[in-house]
């Protein structure tokens, strides 16, 4: 069932705060759930105390886009905080006699996947602080960088995986628990690039991770971005459980999930839709669901160029 979502959406400056942030919201809350996992590994309560601070200290911020962003210029001393406590673990792993040989290689595996963790911390500090003075502007980018940013963000989904699926980019090269994401890029700019409202990237992000949380390994996301030279087009599809057809149009409010969703499927803010709604509202666009009870889901941003009204 396709529906054009039309919510209305009453957004406090905390919630615009938290939607702006949504991105740095999640990649704290998966170091904070690896760090807590490399806890219970090597059995230490308190071997990663101050990393789950400093998390913690984070999230408390996320209400609060400006004091978020002057915490984060002190991003070397989170970092630092970070990695400090990788190398106790580290040492403590190699002299405790109590863990055994696959634990010991287990903490090393969790300690290699939170590292490649902090390099797209330290990459979603630097879009935090870029948002200062972006919100409801808009940026000139090229195709080639928004696929090269998708394809570190599902290399990054894969690792901390930790072999449950795989994510391809090409039919042949597919495997029966792999992902297939296949892109479209098409635009009327010279050099395959495309001026996309600041924070779409953001979104096409956001509803890439959803496609593949909804979804069963093995399946094909699309993500297709196209400019016609009037405007915009976000399309991103999947062949999940799809949504509750009452609930299609409700999706997009404020932390609201289908309620076919899962215990484990609740890490993170719940806002990609809704942060995708509000971006086409802000930028005069308009949004569709197409979705079927366990034939997957299709999301579609239509957003004007500059200066073009939108019709409807």
Partial sequence: MKVEITADLNLSGQDISRLVTHSFHNIVNVLKTNYEALRGLCGNSLAVENSLQACARL???LADKEALINEVGQSESYLEVFRTDLETVAKFAVTDAALTARKRREVDESIRNIEHILAVFSYRVREVIARKMAV??????????????????FDATVQNAKGRFGV?????????????VEFEFNGVEEGGA??????MEDCIR???ANAR???????????????????????????GRGIPEGEIGQVVNFGVRGSNTRKNEMYGGGYGLTKAWWLCKSFNGRMWIDSTLGGGTTVTLRIPHKGVESPG
């Fill in 168 to 180: 391809v980019y090409e039919v042949s090269n597919k495997g029966a628990k792999d992902y297939l």
């Fill in 194 to 199: 495309i001026v996309i409202p600041f924070m």
């Fill in 206 to 208: 956001d509803l890439a």
């Fill in 213 to 239: 949380k909804y979804s069963p390994a093995g399946t094909r996301i699309g993500i297709s971005l196209v400019d016609d030279g009037q405007s915009i087009t976000l399309q991103v599809s999947d062949a």
């Fill in 59 to 61: 999230t408390s911020l």
């Fill in 136 to 153: 409801g502007s808009r940026e000139y980018i090229l195709f080639e960088d928004i696929k090269d940013t998708l394809c570190e963000f």
